[in-house]
Nanobody, 124 residues
Framework: QVQLVESGGGLVQAGGSLRLSCAASGRTISSYVMGWFRQAPGKEREIVARISRSGGITGYTDSVKGRFTISRDNAKNTVYLQMNSLKPEDTAVYYC?????????????????WGQGTQVTVSS
């Protein structure tokens, strides 16, 4: 089993930045594809970004391209999401997720392990 714990969320003004962290324990995640998802009030959970096992390949949903950066430090068993130029529409609970099968998927069902989420609120 892998336990994932997100941190770094909070309240920020539009245009500001936050850096989310996802610390894994229980197993090393170096062989896992990792993803960040978010769920805004009244909306379905959506993928924000994903990163390959080595970190060499990344993918983003269109609405965050150029503003968010996903990265990982396998030595620290941690994944990050740097969020810049934040907008009110980025307000959501952000979840870290792990796919041991390494499918590099954008589908929620392909991720087996999930954190509890961290709230990000962007004020206008």
């Amino acid at each position: 089993q892998v336990q994932l714990v997100e941190s770094g969320g909070g309240l920020v003004q539009a245009g500001g930045s936050l850096r989310l962290s996802c610390a894994a324990s229980g197993r090393t995640i170096s062989s896992y594809v990792m993803g960040w998802f978010r769920q805004a009030p009244g909306k379905e959970r959506e993928i924000v970004a994903r990163i390959s096992r080595s970190g060499g390949i990344t993918g983003y949903t269109d609405s965050v391209k150029g503003r968010f950066t996903i990265s990982r430090d396998n030595a620290k068993n941690t994944v990050y999401l740097q969020m810049n130029s934040l907008k009110p529409e980025d307000t959501a609970v952000y979840y870290c997720a792990a796919d041991p099968a390494g499918r590099y998927s954008n589908r929620e069902r392909d991720y087996d392990y999930w954190g509890q989420g961290t709230q990000v609120t962007v004020s206008s």
